[in-house]
């Protein structure tokens, strides 16, 4: 049975695509699904930073490519989950190092090895989002509410559509006090304006930044609330309906005394 | 058409006197770091100091510094347009609403980075280079064909990079392939204080400690920066933000005018922020 491919996108930088990739990838595993995550990002890898593997890599993606190495040299198994995997990208190369048509049969022969592969996408819709698009199965889109990442996002879209990739939209970094106040595009803005299927809402919340310093997905924090909304939209990838959380702005007190904890 | 053609170098050349302006490229390598907030406020904050500045978005396909800037339904033609000899220069550049002496070079929304001839976008940027004091070129994230094009004709370059290890990762490699013939300043974008004294974000000093560049400013994370993006009404033009005042002052450092070093903000007081957040 061939596995699920998902390339994580957003054409806009910096909306979360890694932290997302890295985060959906261990809620995946952890549900006891075999995955592989892809860093498709050549030149600019980030990916294994966010996991904590970065001193563990010996072999990339472009090795493989290029025949160096076998597929399961380059594989770097991730510490805390037995079934989640990851394959870095070259750092010191050129996205276009690799061809689509290399890229799409690397994605495929992954796909014989486990239930989901996850790609993460670089920035951008040049040589690199062709790459990371050109094995994958169906997408999910990523962006913040925020007028520029929407854009980006909506052209991405298109170039989905074109492909005739299925997508799913992950609304990240959403702080609903500004959405309250007026200061912030809700959900259902992003939703109307993009006109795409909903997969999952992710507040902001700063403790991410610190985990994806520490090499930590924030998932595997049982305690944090974003493992449960992780937990969420792994199920619904897997198909299952789940009810979406509905954001309610923190009150007066909360913001204060939420502020100290 | 025809005449189009024929003014596409340089129109009106005998009417401008030739400057020789400072082309700088804001770039990072990883993207959302704030290139873009950073290229239009830094413009803006130029501009009002009475330079002539124009910006330039190399972000061909994924356009935004129109938005930042409030100017997305003013723009009719694009770099392309310029390269391609469908509109002249002057055709192609917006006035900024606010600032009389900032204009707008906008990206084509529907081409390809590709499209992009990298000797006719440095011609390109020479001749602004004749007729503007500053040109802010605002890159593309990542270190393709756009990131090629965008720092081909800038001998100047400002990095922006946020407190994050993947920001700083992506900030490293881009100095690399900067090379040793510019000169290369950096911004420390979106700091939180509050966050790097608990010890759950790297500091300006971790940062730089790894970047080892000429400290141009830094930028504290305010929501009251998403707010003017989404507005399209740059931050820097704000008397009353802090933020904008940081950006005033690197405009400052830039022209000269400024040459004491970056303050690095530091965590606000209990009542400071009880007080703060009430306004």
């Not at chain 1, 890229?103 to 592969?117: H, S």
């Not at chain 2, 190399?58 to 009719?76: K, P, T, W």
């Not at chain 2, 707008?104 to 390809?112: D, I, K, Y």
């Not at chain 2, 094009?149 to 400002?158: G, L, S």
Request: aromatic content about 4%.
């Amino acid at each position: 049975m061939s596995a699920r491919r998902i390339v994580l996108t957003s054409g806009k930088g910096g909306v979360g695509k890694t932290t997302t990739t890295a985060n959906l990838g261990a809620v995946l595993a952890k549900r006891g699904h075999r995955v592989i995550l892809v860093d498709a990002d050549i030149g600019l890898r980030n990916l294994d930073l966010v996991l904590g593997v970065e001193k563990r890599i010996v072999f990339d993606l472009v090795e493989v490519v290029e025949g160096r190495c076998q597929v399961r040299q380059a594989l770097i198994k991730d510490k805390r989950l037995d079934n989640l995997s990851i394959l870095p990208a070259a750092q010191t190369r050129d996205k276009t190092a690799v061809t689509e048509l290399q890229f799409a049969k690397l994605i495929e022969q992954l796909g014989e090895m486990c239930d989901y592969v996850l790609i993460d996408c670089p920035a951008g819709i040049e040589h690199g989002f062709r790459n990371a698009i050109a094995g994958a199965s169906e997408a999910i889109v990523v962006t913040t509410p925020e007028v520029s990442a929407i854009r980006d996002a909506d052209r991405v879209i298109g170039k989905l559509h074109e492909r005739g990739l299925p997508l799913r939209l992950i609304v990240n970094r959403l702080r609903p006090e500004m959405v309250r106040t007026g200061d912030m595009l809700s959900v259902e803005d992003v939703t109307d304006i993009l006109s795409a299927e909903l997969l999952g809402i992710i507040p902001d919340d700063e403790e991410v930044i610190d985990t994806t310093n520490k090499g930590e997905p924030i998932v595997l924090q049982t305690e944090s609330r974003l493992a449960v909304i992780y937990d969420k939209i792994a199920r619904r990838l897997e198909g299952e309906l789940v009810p979406f959380t509905t954001f309610s702005a923190p009150g007066f007190f909360a913001r204060i005394f939420g502020k100290a904890s | 058409m025809q005449e189009a053609l024929q003014q596409h170098e340089l129109p009106a050349a005998s009417a401008v006197p030739r400057k020789r302006g400072r082309a700088i490229v804001i770039t990072s390598g990883k993207g959302g770091v704030g290139k873009t907030t950073t290229t239009a406020n830094t413009g803006v904050a130029l501009a009002a100091t009475g330079a002539t500045v124009v910006l330039v978005d190399a972000d061909v396909g994924l356009r935004n510094l129109d938005i930042v800037m409030g100017l997305e339904a003013r723009i009719r033609h694009h770099v392309l347009d310029v390269l391609e000899g469908v509109s002249t220069l002057d055709e192609a550049l917006v006035t900024d609403k606010r600032v009389p002496t900032l204009r707008l070079l906008a990206a084509a929304q529907t081409r390809e980075k590709d499209d992009v001839d990298t000797t006719a976008f440095r011609d390109l940027i020479g001749s602004l280079r004749d007729r503007f004091d500053y040109v802010l070129i605002d890159c593309p994230a990542g270190i393709e064909k756009g990131f090629t094009n965008a720092i081909v004709a800038a001998d100047e370059a400002i990095i922006v990079c946020t407190p994050e290890i993947s920001a700083v990762r992506d900030a490293d490699r881009v100095v690399g392939l900067l090379g040793e013939d510019r000169t290369i300043k950096l911004i420390v974008n979106r700091l939180r204080p509050a966050l790097v004294r608990k010890g759950k974000m790297l500091s300006v000093e971790d940062v730089n400690g790894i970047l080892r560049l000429p400290l141009l400013g830094v930028i504290e994370d305010a929501p009251d920066v998403i707010v003017s993006t989404n507005k399209g009404e740059p931050v820097a033009l704000d008397a009353a933000s802090p933020v904008g005042e940081s950006y005033r002052q690197i405009a400052q450092r830039i022209t000269g005018t400024l040459t004491t070093p970056p303050e690095i903000p530091r965590e606000k007081s209990f009542f400071e922020k009880f007080f703060g957040s009430l306004r």
